[in-house]
T-cell receptor, first 113, second 116 residues
Framework: AQSVTQLGSHVSVSEGALVLLRCNYSSSVPPYLFWYVQYPNQGLQLLLKYTSAATLVKGINGFEAEFKKSETSFHLTKPSAHMSDAAEYFCAVGSGNTGKLIFGQGTTLQVKP | GAVVSQHPSRVICKSGTSVKIECRSLDFQATTMFWYRQFPKQSLMLMATSNEGSKATYEQGVEKDKFLINHASLTLSTLTVTSAHPEDSSFYIC????????????FGAGTRLSVL
């Protein structure tokens, strides 16, 4: 069985500060991992994905994530937060051939001026 | 590319009526679409997997007679909430899969359903 745990339901940073959103996964097979962002009353937008290629994945809007198999982690980072980054972020793991995604509980990112 | 359109974005209906939500892949063909439900401040809960030309596969605990899913073409899936009640009020999101074996999904903007 696969699962995703996002540590910290709420993260607050100052504008210009480093953003770090944590995600740990459990999977019995090599995982596909994703980060999505959701703005209020909208669907999910794909930020980046890991599909067994390079372990450091670069996404949109300056975000990146590093796949660490030994730590079963896929943390999301951004060097400098913008006010527009304030949103809900979801980490997800793919469950293989079914195409299903299993989502973490989400982390609300607040960016203070 | 990979745009998914979901309609309507918001619907208000009376208790006992049925509501249909459409999910379209605009610039690609999607053999598989997914329907999710999201409660306030919570994560997405997968309701069902919709495959073109076949019956949908529902997750445990989801009433298939309450939430009717039709995937008649490679670009359209519909979710009908039948005999809606206030407890069905929620945010419903669809997604379409480009490469099922890589779990890549593109999401619609969601539908806010309010049942009075």
């Amino acid at each position: 069985a696969q699962s995703v745990t996002q540590l910290g339901s709420h993260v607050s940073v100052s504008e210009g500060a480093l953003v770090l959103l944590r995600c740990n996964y459990s999977s019995s097979v090599p995982p596909y991992l994703f980060w999505y962002v959701q703005y209020p009353n909208q669907g999910l937008q794909l930020l980046l994905k890991y599909t067994s290629a390079a372990t450091l994945v670069k996404g949109i809007n300056g975000f990146e994530a590093e796949f660490k198999k030994s730590e079963t982690s896929f943390h999301l980072t951004k060097p400098s937060a913008h006010m527009s980054d304030a949103a809900e972020y979801f980490c997800a793991v793919g469950s293989g051939n079914t195409g299903k995604l299993i989502f973490g509980q989400g982390t609300t990112l607040q960016v203070k001026p | 590319g990979a745009v998914v359109s979901q309609h309507p974005s918001r619907v208000i209906c009376k208790s006992g009526t049925s509501v249909k939500i459409e999910c379209r892949s605009l610039d690609f063909q999607a053999t598989t679409m997914f329907w999710y439900r999201q409660f306030p401040k919570q994560s997405l809960m997968l309701m069902a997997t919709s495959n073109e030309g076949s019956k949908a596969t529902y997750e445990q605990g989801v009433e298939k007679d309450k939430f009717l899913i039709n995937h008649a073409s490679l670009t359209l899936s519909t979710l009908t909430v039948t005999s809606a009640h206030p407890e069905d009020s929620s945010f419903y999101i669809c997604s379409a899969s480009v490469r099922v074996n890589q779990n890549i999904q593109y999401f619609g903007a969601g539908t806010r359903l309010s049942v009075l």
